[in-house]
């Protein structure tokens, strides 16, 4: 399972441990559509409960995000209410250690066509010449597994992008 950032993704064991992001965050993350490439119906009734849990206030423990702890600060005390001041404290958030790279075929990019940026999905779409389905790559660490003549055609290739989406695709 992967969430995709603005400048990174994180990656995560299991939907479940979505939920140790921050309250906040996965609210956003219940009003932006899910993009499920794999078809995993588990993802979408996992996102949908999400979607319900938000709407009644979190009651549901097992689909319960992380909410700060009230920490005090020792030795301080706010002047104007003589009361201890706090600090609020998040656990960290359970992502995996090591990113987890797709296997590639090798030598498959004979047929490409061209290559574009999904400014949509935030993805690299290769197409493909015949009725070969388009390949959509989330990660750009993807690349490092493809082979030497395959990084070459894409080197050769321009990728398309839109104006807006300069900074991005390049």
Same mark, same amino acid.
Request: charged share 25%.
């Given at each position: 399972? $992967? ?30 559509? +899910?993009?499920?490439? @794999? ?28 909410? !700060? ?9 706010? !002047? @104007?209410?003589?009361? $201890? ?14 990113? !987890? ?7 498959? +990019? ?8 999904? @400014? ?19 990660? !750009? ?27 991005? $695709?390049?």
């Amino acid at each position: 399972m $992967a969430v995709k950032r603005e400048h990174d993704i994180q990656y995560f064991s299991s939907l479940l441990s979505i939920l140790s992001l921050p309250f906040y965050d996965v609210a956003a993350l219940t009003k932006l559509e +899910l993009i499920n490439r @794999s078809k995993f119906e588990g993802a979408t009734l996992f996102a949908r409960k999400l979607k319900i849990n938000l709407r009644i206030g979190w009651k549901d423990e097992l689909y319960k995000p992380q909410f !700060p702890i009230y920490q005090q600060i020792k030795y301080t005390l706010d !002047p @104007s209410t003589n009361t $201890a001041k706090c600090k609020l404290v998040y656990r960290p958030v359970k992502v995996m250690d090591k990113i !987890p790279q797709m296997p590639m075929k090798q030598n498959f +990019l004979e047929n490409m066509v061209l290559w574009c940026y999904d @400014s949509d999905a935030h993805e690299a779409v290769i197409v493909f010449k015949d009725d070969q389905e388009n390949f959509r790559m989330l990660d !750009p660490m993807w690349i490092i597994n493809m082979s030497a003549s395959d990084i070459n055609k894409l080197f050769h290739h321009d990728i398309f992008y839109e104006d807006k989406d300069t900074y991005q $695709a390049l």
